[in-house]
């Protein structure tokens, strides 16, 4: 998980915040370096978007946002304090674009009002220079009013900028307990045809239920990315896939990551986070899940929207580079290459749907028993499992 943290307004000069009974530009800092600690004591990658001293304050408001447009964040979330004219207004609010009702935004307004706040909502903010221009989904978060009185006093017995920042964690970050997946069948040292049996597998169920990636290209990535299974990310992080946290909260890994710049050259990132599973197939169900809802917009497109559904294996594999999913230049043929070395476009094959003639219906018998009881038995247990079954005599031998 990436999470961008504006601490908002300048400490002077332009762009500097509202004066009350406290002064906005301290207490956005209190609170907004209060929350970054908490979310790096939990491992989320913190990207720092405050910005101290601008000449205007459209510059500030245009430098905050180019800290957050740098790398693709989960969340961009830009701390302030309200003022009103008259010192009356009083409560917490949040703005989302176009007033979004995000999860995360309904809680953070919730967690805020339980410390004794009125909870004032989600509002549209799309008005907002940092709510409209950052590409990531975006919050602006008003804690309470500086000046007012009654809000001063609920905001120091919740414990000032913990409390709140406290308050604002809770909502925006979420760990998540896998559970456990008991596969006594995966055999993590398997000979080639064995990983694409395995993959090929689960894929195929995955392709017919969902409909996401065509089997052969998963048995591709998987391979190709894990050495068979023999990397270090499958055999210490049960990886097949390598999938930084993006959003991720359940496990993670770190190493680092070699990648290729545009002009060829490559570089390594020191101490990626990654993600980690507790089997092979959570990774690969996990890897489709990804593909089908991987957003750099706040949720306004899906990054690999041309691959969901793609049934060509050459189109889906292209589609994979253009929308980024590696950084390698040659990504897209060598996936190609290895689905017609190994004919895994074999996986994408399925029998045709066959519809029984008209007047007739394929009929599937369960059992057959010479007791009655026992065959209400199998009816009763069919039941429990949704399936609708009827009992019927029929003559075993031929009447002479």
């Given amino acids: 998980m990436v999470v961008g943290i504006n601490c908002g ?35 989320v990658t913190v990207v720092d978007c405050t910005i101290d001293q601008a000449d205007t304050r459209n510059e500030y408001l245009a430098a905050a946002v180019a800290l957050a447009n740098r790398q693709e964040l989960d969340w961009f979330i830009s701390i302030h304090f309200n003022a009103s004219g008259e010192h009356k207004g009083h409560g917490t609010e949040v703005f989302t674009y176009e007033g979004r ?24 903010g799309t008005g907002l220079y940092v709510i409209r221009k950052t590409k990531a989904k975006s919050m602006l978060i008003e804690v309470c009013f500086c000046d007012n009185q009654q809000d001063i006093d609920t905001y120091q017995a919740a414990g000032g900028a913990e409390g709140i ?25 398997p000979t080639r045809e064995e990983f694409h049996a395995f993959v090929g597998g689960i894929a195929r169920r995955d392709w017919q239920d969902h409909h996401i990636m065509l089997p052969s290209v998963v048995i591709a990535q998987a391979s190709i990315e894990s050495a068979i299974g023999t990397s270090e990310l499958a055999q210490n992080a049960n990886a097949l896939f390598g999938i930084k946290l993006n959003g991720w909260t359940g496990r993670s890994y770190v190493k680092d990551a070699t990648e290729q710049n545009p002009d060829g050259s ?16 959570q990774s690969i169900l996990d ?52 689905i017609e070395r190994y004919s895994l476009h074999q996986y994408d094959e399925f029998e045709p749907e066959q519809i029984a003639p008209e007047g007739f219906l394929w009929i599937v018998q369960a059992g057959a028993y010479k007791s009655l009881n026992n065959a209400k038995k199998l009816q009763r247990s069919l039941e429990k499992q949704g399936v609708i079954s009827l009992i019927n005599a029929y003559r075993t031998e031929s009447p002479e």
């Fill in 266 to 281: 490559y570089r390594v990132d020191q101490n990626a986070l990654w993600r980690a599973y507790d089997s092979w197939e």
């Fill in 101 to 124: 009702q995000y999860q995360d935004a309904l809680d953070v307004c919730a967690n805020l009002s339980e410390l004794g706040f009125t909870n004032r909502g989600v509002k549209a």
């Fill in 165 to 189: 920042a406290k308050a604002i964690y809770k909502g925006i970050y979420h760990p998540v307990v896998l559970p456990s997946v008991q596969t006594p069948s995966e055999d993590h040292n």
């Fill in 9 to 43: 307004h300048t400490k002077s000069g332009a762009g500097y915040g509202a004066v009350g009974i406290i002064k906005e530009s301290e207490h956005t800092r209190l609170v907004g370096q209060a929350l970054m600690s908490l979310l790096r004591s939990a491992g």
């Fill in 287 to 338: 890897h489709n899940a990804y593909i089908a809802t991987r957003s750099t917009d706040g949720g306004r497109t899906l990054r690999y929207g041309p691959v969901i559904g793609c049934g060509n294996h050459i189109l889906a594999c292209q589609y994979l580079q253009q929308c980024g999913y590696a950084t390698s230049q040659t990504y897209a043929e060598t996936l190609i290459n290895y």
